[in-house]
């Protein structure tokens, strides 16, 4: 079983920066795609960001592109998402996720969630 646990939400201004982590417990010998997925009020649950295994592949949603950079530190089973210039309309709870299979912008696609963290985002 994978577990993952993020962090690094909190309340933020327009235009600042922040860095959410996730930590995953590794089975061993496995790698995952992981991506960031994010949940407003009212909304769907939307895709942000993904690596692949190696971390060398990144895709980004529309609104993340130029803004939000993921990556991922393999020795500390750790994916991160560099948020910079948000706005208000990045305000959500933001979840990693992880999958055996190929970064999708679909959610049904990854087996294992965080519980995820909140940015809130003031104007």
Excluded: H
């Amino acid at each position: 079983q994978v577990q993952l646990v993020e962090s690094g939400g909190g309340l933020v201004q327009d235009g600042d920066s922040l860095t959410l982590s996730c930590t995953e417990s590794r089975r061993a010998g496995r790698i995952y795609v992981m991506a960031w997925f994010r949940q407003a009020v009212g909304k769907g649950r939307e895709f942000v960001a993904g690596i692949n295994r190696s971390g060398v592949n990144k895709e980004y949603s529309g609104s993340a592109t130029g803004r939000f950079t993921v990556s991922r530190d393999k020795g500390k089973n750790t994916v991160y998402l560099r948020m910079n210039m948000v706005k208000p309309e990045d305000t959500a709870v933001y979840y990693c996720a992880a999958s055996d299979e190929f970064i999708s912008r679909d959610s049904g696609e990854y087996e294992f969630w965080g519980q995820g963290t909140q940015v809130t985002v003031s104007a």
